[in-house]
């Protein structure tokens, strides 16, 4: 037993460990409550906050819905969210798999895996099918290529520009134009850092 944690704590964390195949996707608090057995929710969510605090759990946020335990960064795992558009923007698929990701392809900071939909960055050499390691970041330089959320809705990736008043999203594809945004309508969520590519 980890002794910075309660018993229920323990028994909290022991059970997503160990009972993780019960779920087809992360549990919410309202699953993790009928399958422990606990009537109320409000004190579970301060055992979980607890955890989270203890660094076992991974905070809730708009990539990551339900309760997962963290993944150990010596496991050389990361999670991949789903997919992302390398052309139109399409909104990203969640998907709840880990990746096994080499340690020089990634940084400190946390970081996740996509996998590029189109052929926009094709020019930077970045193709249909590969997997992309993002840092998590909200700014950037320009000239970085990033994760751009537009509209708060849907993904893409690409270079990105950022003038007084507009936001510009470069493909790397000659038969493509650039994107115009005013700059409210991007958030930047991460920043490329790393690639991974399947030869068949």
Known sequence: MDSTLTRRQQEIYDYLRDHGEVFTHPPTLDELCAALGLS???????????????????????????????????????PLLGYIAAGKPIEAVDRDENIEVPAFLRTPRPC???????????DDGIHDGDHIVVEERTQARNGDIVV?????????????????????????NASLRPMKFAPERIAIQGVLVGQMRRYH
């Open 40 to 78: 109320s929710k409000g004190s579970l969510h301060k055992q979980i906050q607890a955890l989270i605090k203890a660094g076992l759990i991974e905070p809730m946020n708009n990539h990551r819905r339900g309760i997962r335990l963290v993944q150990r960064q010596d496991e050389n795992r990361l």
């Open 112 to 122: 996740f895996v996509l996998q590029v939909k189109g052929d926009s960055m094709i």
């Open 148 to 172: 751009a959320l537009v509209d708060g809705s849907e993904a893409t990736l690409k270079r990105i520009e950022q003038r007084p008043g507009m936001v510009v999203l470069h493909p790397a």
